[in-house]
């Protein structure tokens, strides 16, 4: 949610139809509450999470069998890593 830079209603952005989500480009918007007409800019974020892998340093791989339709194409998948294997 945002605010209306004119009354400090929240607003919503809309983003219909992929709108509003370029970088670098400035939007036009209606506040609903004062009717006025407002710009706004894009700023995509990332947020990275941390694990620890035990099987990257030493340790071992803690191994289990994927889900998958049809099960032929099943592997093994290390909960820790990621890594994958077929299965023998």
């Known amino acids: 949610m945002s605010e209306c830079p004119y009354c400090g209603a929240t607003v919503k952005i ?5 709108y509003g989500y370029e970088e ?4 036009q918007q209606d506040c609903r ?3 006025k007409t407002f710009v706004y800019d894009t ?17 071992k791989h803690v191994w289990k069998k994927t889900i998958t339709f ?8 290390c909960t820790l890593c990621g890594e994958e294997k077929p299965i023998k």
């Open 70 to 77: 049809p099960v032929e194409y099943a592997r093994m998948r």
């Open 24 to 27: 670098d480009e400035l939007y």
């Open 14 to 18: 809309s983003h219909d139809d992929g």
């Open 33 to 35: 509450e004062c009717g």
């Open 43 to 59: 700023c995509i974020t990332f947020y990275h999470t941390t694990y620890k892998a035990d099987c990257l340093n030493g340790g």
